[in-house]
Every structure is written in structure tokens, then in C-alpha cells.
């Protein structure tokens, strides 16, 4: 740990006072950045594990020591936007080779964002007395890189309707990425243009269930519908691919899984196989849109999204009639089934068109320019697709 925050607004407010870093810390904390810094196995910097996080970012009614200030009824996230900032300069002044060193900051979307409306401007507070919504302004100075923690069980009043929470995977990316990474200058003032250059959601790793305190008993949630008693707490493999892809489509980048460990079969064994699927497709997922106009259809007036990226990699060779190899990604983000229809332009015409990776038993078929998929409730799928000269 490079640094421990003085206070901390994770879950339980401020304790104690809030201050700057002490002196006798600040000389600590350079030591340990001049220390670490050479080193060729330091691969960037993480100020925090969700200092924003819970309601305890929300508290209001704390009083700083001087010479810390605040802005009347900020409170909390802007104790910890100072701090995050001073260690953050601390970085950047000490560390000669802070270009190489990106910045992260871990935060939780509990307490942070509008989950019923992406397009709601995070900049500004809402009374929503059921979604929350706190400004994400803080941190736009703060890091290089956003990793949002997606947690099953920051949301009790979802655990019977757990669709609705699967579908936040995409709400909060879509809010990230037009106020955060790619904001638009009509909404979001000038001075919060800067810094974000890409942003990444945690998606489960482990069990969630019910705890009770008093009595010690840990109840898994029952989450999947069929499912045996000991899948119970887990993501099935097809939720898990979804909170992955759907967020990749709308523009999020990596992937993380929250408390994963071998010792836990079901979720590694689950987090690994989506883990293999994204080695995949990654190489398209760093390239821009493929410039195709094609157009997307359901049977049933169904939400879904695709995108088209080019192999980076894919060269035509002599005697292959293929001129491009793309890839195709499509999630439904409804909580019912679909046939989804993606249609190219007319003069396409196909010279394969395969599950990636070719293992994954998806139900699709090509009718002429066409590629027609069976989708199910909440689920992704990704192609590669080749298409002949024209």
C-alpha cells in the first residue's frame, strides 16, 4: 500500500476529522513514490479502492481542519477529492517516469451514479430519494483510468429482479463514457475536459448473498433460475459474459473480477472461460469502428447493440478471396428472448461467419447479407466475420 488515507468515506463517514496529509506522512509517501518508481515491475499507480463508495459518500455534515476547506454541503467527496489530488500531485512530482505510470482510481457505482438514466448528467446532484445521485466531477483530476466495482450485493432491493441489476452493467457505462471519457462539450463544462482516457467495470468474482450480523448466517442469493442450491450467490456463465460484453459495446475497455479466487471452482472456472473469450476478442476491441453501415433488427422490438471491428492484424492474401476479417459483438439488453437480425450493406457477401471462439455452440445462420442470431434474455454473443471482394 503506497499510502492509507487519513479518513476514509467508503462506508461509515469520516473518522476522524478530516485533514491534508500530515507533514510526517507527506515525507513517507515521497519516499515510497521515489522507492517504487524505477522499478520495472511497477506497472502504474492506485490511489484508491472505492473512496467514493456507499452512502457514507453521500454524508454532508462534517467539519474539516484547517487549513482544509470545503464547499457548504459537499461534505465527504470533497475531503476525499482533496486528498485523492494531493497524493495524486505527490505522484507526479516525485515519479520521473510518470508517463509510463498510469493512474487508477477504484470507485463503486453505489452512491455514484443514476442507474435509471444514462443520459442524466452526473455533474449535477438529484433528491432522487431511490437513485442517488452524487457528481462524478471529482474524478476528472484525479486518475488516468476509472475502475467502476459492479456489486450484486450494493443493491438488496434488486436481489428478486435480478435482470434489472444486469442491466445496469450498461447504464453506468453508457453514464461513464458520456461525462467522464468522451464528454459532450454542450453538457459537461470545459474545466471537466481532461484526464479520463478510458474506464473499466469489475463484474463479480465470488458468492454474493445475505449476511446477518446478529445471527451469523449467510444465506446465498438465489439468482439462478434453474439452479441447484450450491450455484446460488454465482453469476451463470452467460450473466457474467454479458456484464462483460454489453459494457465492451458501449465503449468500456478491459475486464476485472471482483475477490476472485482459485480456491472458489465455480466462479473461476467461469471467470477464466470469459477471461479466454476476451484474450479473443481484444485486439478488435483496441481498433475504432470498422465504417460499415449496417443496420440492426429484433423480432420483437427488443433493446440490442452491436458493433463491427476490423482485425488489425488481417492481411489478404494471394488465392484468398477475403478481403476483410471483422468482428461482430451483439448483446440483447431485455429481459426476454429475440431473434436479432444484423443487416450489411447489399452488395455484401459473406466468406464465413463463425462463434469467437469457434467452440461456443451459438444458434445463427447467414441468409445473403444477412446474419440472423436466437438471443436470449440478458445475453451476448461475439462472431468473426469474412467478407469476400466485392
Not at 439468482?223 to 462483460?244: F, I, K
Not at 476490423?310 to 426476454?336: A, E, H, I, R, Y
Request: overall charge negative; proline content about 7%; some cysteine.
Amino acid at each position: 500500500m503506497l499510502y492509507e488515507f487519513h479518513s476514509s468515506g467508503t462506508l461509515d463517514g469520516i473518522t476522524p476529522t478530516p485533514s491534508l496529509i500530515p507533514t510526517i506522512d507527506y515525507g513517507i509517501l515521497v519516499k515510497r513514490v521515489q522507492t517504487l518508481a524505477p522499478r520495472q515491475q511497477l506497472g502504474g499507480w492506485n490511489l484508491a479502492d472505492e473512496p467514493y463508495g456507499g452512502t457514507g459518500a453521500q454524508q454532508v455534515d462534517i467539519t474539516p481542519t484547517p487549513p482544509m476547506t470545503i464547499t457548504a454541503g459537499r461534505g465527504v467527496r470533497e475531503v476525499i477529492h482533496v486528498q485523492l489530488k494531493d497524493i495524486k500531485d505527490t505522484i507526479e512530482a516525485h515519479d520521473p517516469y510518470r508517463e509510463d505510470h498510469p493512474i487508477y482510481c477504484v470507485i463503486r457505482g453505489a452512491g455514484n451514479y443514476h442507474f435509471a438514466n444514462p443520459d442524466f448528467n452526473p455533474l449535477t446532484p438529484t433528491p432522487d430519494p431511490v437513485y442517488d445521485m452524487w457528481v462524478l466531477d471529482e474524478l476528472s483530476d484525479v486518475a488516468d483510468y476509472i475502475i467502476d466495482d459492479l456489486y450484486l450485493m450494493d443493491y438488496n432491493y434488486d436481489y428478486e429482479d435480478l435482470p434489472d441489476w444486469l442491466g445496469r452493467c450498461v447504464l453506468r457505462t453508457k453514464s461513464a463514457i458520456n461525462f467522464l471519457v468522451n464528454p459532450d462539450p454542450a453538457l459537461v463544462p470545459t474545466k471537466y475536459h481532461h484526464n479520463i482516457h478510458a474506464w473499466l467495470l469489475t463484474s463479480q468474482g465470488q458468492r454474493f448473498g445475505d449476511y446477518n450480523y446478529s445471527t451469523g448466517v449467510y444465506t446465498p442469493l438465489n439468482n439462478e433460475h434453474p439452479g441447484t442450491s450450491a450455484d446460488h450467490g454465482y453469476l451463470t456463465e452467460e450473466q457474467l459474459r454479458y456484464v462483460n460484453y454489453a459494457p465492451w459495446i458501449n465503449g468500456a475497455q478491459g475486464a476485472g473480477f471482483l475477490f476472485l479466487s482459485k480456491s472458489d471452482d465455480i466462479a473461476f472456472t467461469r471467470a477464466y472461460n470469459i477471461s479466454e473469450e476476451a484474450y479473443y476478442v481484444s485486439k478488435y476491441l483496441m481498433e475504432s469502428d470498422a465504417g460499415i453501415e449496417a443496420e440492426l433488427r429484433t423480432s420483437n422490438g427488443a433493446y440490442a447493440q452491436f458493433i463491427l471491428r476490423s482485425d488489425p492484424l488481417f492481411t489478404p492474401t494471394p488465392g484468398n478471396q477475403n478481403s476483410d476479417k471483422l468482428m461482430l459483438m451483439v448483446c440483447n439488453n431485455s429481459g426476454f428472448d429475440t431473434d436479432v437480425e444484423i443487416k450489411f450493406p447489399d452488395t455484401t457477401t459473406f466468406g464465413g461467419v463463425a462463434p469467437l471462439p469457434t467452440e461456443l455452440p451459438w444458434n445463427y445462420s447467414t441468409t445473403g447479407h444477412k446474419i440472423e442470431l436466437e438471443m436470449n434474455a440478458w445475453t451476448a454473443r461475439a462472431f468473426t466475420v469474412f467478407l469476400e471482394y466485392r
